[in-house]
């Protein structure tokens, strides 16, 4: 049986051979896991048919990951990382504050309807019930941090124009106005994939929503017909 080999999301090659190598093996396990997770579910995934995968032994598989719920957390962590590194936080001085916030509720809406994302979705959602420590894990390492990210990013570049120093909160309310509609819409199957205009309306709907909620002088950034007009343009898929 041939050794599969996925390309990991990235090494870091300046260390030592050995435990880049070494990295690079813990890479390849958690990518071949999560591809074998996505496509059997977990409970019907076993480190025997991981191990079998790889073309390697068990053992060898063990070293690294000492149980299946070990390995699963390492490929909810890697997935999440992987889909927050391509999250866009833009600068200060890339636009004025509705800008900056369009884009990052645009960036926001791609991972949420990215097929790694909702295939991540799909398996946990079985496994609330009867592993909610698993769905506390992808919570934590997944939705929940990227919540974290976005309020520190409000805190380091939005701070001056916020009336709220509660900026874990603030970040959560955006993070569920940009996403949370297409996101859910997806994973039920309901209409089809967004078009880029109907994408682009709706973050930028979320951005005006948002400063409406927390700017400290909401009439300057974002006017009051914005919010109308910008409905009215997701009603019309423009």
Known sequence: MSKAFIVPYGIDMTIGKRESQRLARRANIIAVAREYFFEHGYADTNMSAIAAKLGGSKGTLWSYFPSKEALFEA?????????????????????????????????????????????????????????????KIFFEHGPGKTQVVIGEY???NFSDILWTDDYLSAGRDLFALSG???????????????????????????AILFLRAYAKDPDTLVPRDALNRYASNIERGQ
């Open 75 to 135: 490929v909810v962590e890697d997935t999440a990382a992987g889909v927050r590194r391509q999250m866009e936080l833009p600068a200060l001085g890339e636009g004025d504050p509705l800008e900056r916030l369009t884009r990052l509720c645009r960036s926001v809406i791609e991972r949420a309807l990215s097929p790694t994302v909702i295939s991540m979705f799909r398996l946990i959602g079985p496994l609330a019930d009867r592993n909610p420590d698993i769905s």
């Open 154 to 156: 409000l805190r380091q």
């Open 180 to 206: 949370a509609e297409v996101h859910f819409q997806r994973m039920w199957g309901i209409g089809g994939v967004p078009t880029a205009k109907e994408k682009d309306a709706h973050a930028r709907h979320a």
